[in-house]
């Protein structure tokens, strides 16, 4: 083995969590356009990004939980009850009806926070909870039964477009500028990577890591319930048994792929766009030329174990 090829290992291995997922999600751009008929028409741009845009949103929540070193295994409940929640109140105007949604994702947020933070649980057992228990009150408050949604202005919000471009997008990208900045500019943000990288330092600094974790806890499920009520308003529809249906599997993906690491004290925001970008790609490039749904899935399971141990040699250097 050369001197050349010693040097450049470690410079791949820093790289590859970094940067990889943009060069797959180039490398399948290039693939789609030169194989896949009309990839690049409008519709089919339209489709994806309105497809992705619902796990951007989650995966954003669930990046700045992991960024604790947590985990939040309801947000997909979440959205259900969220879902749930949008028929009954629409009646009382739709700002009602958001906002009743948003406070249960608040209420969620706090008892998953309160579990983790002051009760003690590991964060996967604090959230398993109400990833079970959520959906089943979701479909209790539904009654079990699809209703629609015949509202203009909720629907404008999963259906309509703005300047050209599908209103889901926008509020997907403005959360994503929001998220970016708070993980950035804030002193929460700091604080947030500082009990992920080393809580106990963090408690010994002063930091009100507890207070911290449930505020953490608490946008992830408001996250997760602005795409819950998006779900709806797109599919102008409310089911609790399918809204938000093993969504946290794609949030997570989509944070592991971008770059965050699961032991966290780091959150790539821009990264976890992109890793919900190349799944998304993924499964669209699989089912245009018809590959069967479980060559899709080893894929996917590649594409985690592949950013896993390039997440993990990074941290053991």
């Not at 489709?47 to 985990?71: C, S, W």
């Not at 939040?72 to 979440?78: A, E, K, P, Q």
């Not at 060559?295 to 941290?315: D, F, G, H, N, P």
Request: aromatic share 6%.
């Amino acid at each position: 083995m050369t001197t050349e090829t010693v040097a450049i290992r470690p410079r791949l291995k820093n790289w590859l969590p970094a940067y990889g997922v943009y060069a797959a999600i180039v490398l399948l751009v290039l693939y789609n356009v030169a194989f896949t008929p009309n990839f690049l028409a409008w519709s089919n741009l339209r489709i994806q990004l309105i497809q992705v845009a619902p796990v951007v949103i989650v995966a954003l929540g669930m990046a700045l939980v992991i960024g604790t070193e947590g985990i939040d295994l309801s947000v997909g409940s979440v959205m259900a009850l969220a879902a749930a929640l949008i028929p009954l109140y629409l009646g009382y105007g739709v700002l009602a009806a958001i906002l009743v949604s948003l406070l249960a994702g608040v209420l969620v947020g706090l008892v998953n926070g309160t579990l983790v933070a002051r009760v003690g649980l590991q964060p996967i057992v604090a959230t398993l909870a109400l990833f079970v228990g959520g959906r089943g009150l979701a479909l209790v408050i539904s009654g079990g039964r699809l209703k629609d949604i015949r509202n203009d202005d909720l629907i404008f919000l999963g259906s309509g477009d703005f300047l050209g471009l599908p209103m889901l997008v926008w509020i997907a990208a403005l959360l994503v500028l929001v998220v970016a900045f708070v993980v950035r500019r804030t002193v929460f943000g700091r604080r947030l990577l500082a009990i992920g990288g080393n809580r106990p330092a963090t408690e010994l600094a002063g930091v009100p890591v507890k207070r911290v974790l449930i505020t953490v806890y608490v946008l992830c499920s408001v996250l997760a319930s602005i795409a819950g009520l998006l779900a709806v308003a797109r599919i102008q529809s409310s089911d609790a048994s399918a809204v938000g249906l093993l969504i946290e599997l794609s949030a997570i993906t989509a944070v592991v792929v971008g770059g965050t690491p699961l032991t966290g004290g780091r959150v790539r925001v821009l990264g976890t766009v992109a890793g919900a970008l190349l799944m998304q790609l993924v499964v669209a490039t699989m089912i245009k030329h018809n590959l069967p749904s479980s060559s899709t899935e080893m894929v996917q399971a590649a594409i985690i174990l592949i950013a896993v141990y390039a997440a993990r040699e990074r941290k053991s250097r």
